[in-house]
Nanobody, 116 residues
């Protein structure tokens, strides 16, 4: 069973930065895609950023502020979040799609709160 373990959430003031990490229990190049989703209170889960076959895509709301990257040596995908806004407050979850059979895996989520 694939495990995805997130870390790095917390409370930050508007304009601040946080770095989220997602460590996979297997080689991340086994996954067709890996990304981050978020769900704010009372809202549907939405895609934040994803790497699919090496191509990065971002939600319009986070472009130029967030950066997704991967570290194959440590089986880690990170999300660097800069210029955070109150509307970025949400539970952020790591997602991976296995390249072999398309199975989808989720981490447990990490909470990000942007507030003064």
């Amino acid at each position: 069973q694939v495990q995805l373990v997130e870390s790095g959430g917390g409370l930050v003031q508007p304009g601040g930065s946080l770095r989220l990490s997602c460590v996979a229990s297997m080689d991340i190049f086994s996954f067709e895609s890996m990304g981050w989703y978020r769900q704010a209170p009372g809202k549907q889960r939405e895609l934040v950023a994803v790497i699919t076959r090496g191509v990065r895509n971002y939600a319009d709301s986070v472009k130029d502020r967030f950066t997704i990257s991967r570290d194959s040596a440590n089986n880690t995908v990170t999300l660097q979040m800069n210029s955070l806004r109150p509307e970025d407050t949400a539970v952020y979850s790591c997602n991976a799609v296995f390249g072999g059979n398309g199975d989808i895996f989720w981490g447990q989520g990490t909470r990000v709160t942007v507030s003064s």
